[in-house]
């Protein structure tokens, strides 16, 4: 059992940055392959991006490529969403999220993972 634990959201102004975290423990994190979903009041649950499990292959949804990046640190059981040029429609509840014995493509292509995060809040003023 895998639990996750986001951080690093907040309240930031349109242009702005923010870097979220996820620590992982309770399982073998290098062996999982890692991604950031995110929803917004009203709204349905939107991927964000993915990485595989060395971290050597990235995924991003058209939204936000370009301006967010996320990467890994195996070493510290941790994944991380830098997010730039930040927009008032990012605003949203951001999720981390694994997915065990599957791609950080396949997760792109609609696979859904199977341990979450409680997520943490990114509010964007314009």
């Known amino acids: 059992q895998v639990q996750l634990v986001e951080s690093g959201g907040g309240l930031v102004q349109a242009g702005g940055s923010l870097r979220l975290s996820c620590a992982a423990s309770?399982?073998?994190?290098?062996?999982?392959?890692m991604a950031w979903f995110r929803q917004a009041p009203g709204k349905e649950r939107e991927f964000v991006g993915a990485?595989?499990?060395?971290?050597?292959?990235?995924y991003y949804a058209d939204s936000v490529k370009g301006r967010f990046t996320i990467s890994r640190d195996n070493a510290k059981n941790t994944v991380y969403l830098q997010m730039n040029l930040l927009k008032p429609d990012d605003t949203a509840a951001y999720y981390c999220?694994?997915?065990?014995?599957?791609?950080?493509?396949?997760?792109?292509?609609?696979?859904?993972?199977?341990?979450w995060g409680q997520g943490t809040q990114v509010t964007v003023s314009s």
């Open positions: 309770g399982g073998t994190f290098s062996s999982h392959a």
């Open positions: 999220a694994a997915k065990s014995f599957a791609t950080a493509l396949s997760i792109y292509r609609g696979t859904i993972p199977n341990y």
């Open positions: 990485i595989s499990q060395t971290g050597g292959n990235t």
